[in-house]
């Protein structure tokens, strides 16, 4: 393995997520993976990054107890992103039909993701969105 001393992930069946995978390392590695200087920040509901959970590929970048790997779930008609977990949020954006909404995080009722890959971060109902079917 060449430029990092262990895999970045090890995963039951002995595969393992190389440092040239894409969708999880925008950069290639050059090195052990470590914070080198401050964290990343930027306006709310800019980067799918909160206090405690960061998308993978924020890695590196944002400091956080963890990261997450999205789900690519759909959204119904008429769901809405909002900026909090609470019927009475702030409506961010309107989704359109069939639209991806990234799931990085689920709590009660409440999802939160991101719009697609680089669109709006925020909250939406579970029943505004559908499940990807299994084996996708």
């Not at 709310?44 to 997450?68: Q, T």
């Not at 954006?93 to 709006?120: C, K, P, R, T």
């Not at 925020?122 to 969105?129: D, K, N, R, S, T």
Request: proline fraction near 7%; hydrophobic fraction near 45%; aromatic fraction near 8%.
């Amino acid at each position: 393995m060449s430029g990092i001393s262990a895999p970045i992930f090890r995963f039951t069946d002995g595969l393992n997520v190389t440092e040239h995978d894409t969708y999880t390392r925008t950069l290639p590695l050059d090195g052990m993976l470590a914070m080198t200087g401050p964290s990343v920040t930027a306006e709310p509901g800019c980067l799918p990054v909160r206090g405690d959970l960061a998308h993978i590929k924020l890695a590196g970048l944002c400091f956080v107890p963890h990261y997450a790997v999205p789900v690519a779930y759909t959204a119904k008609a008429g769901a809405q992103l909002v900026s909090a977990p609470t019927t009475t949020g702030e409506v961010l954006a309107e989704l359109d039909e069939g639209a991806v909404f990234n799931v990085l995080d689920i709590a009660g009722v409440w999802s939160w993701g991101q719009i697609g890959e680089d669109g709006l971060v925020g909250y939406v109902a579970l029943e505004q969105i559908e499940a990807p079917e299994a084996g996708e």
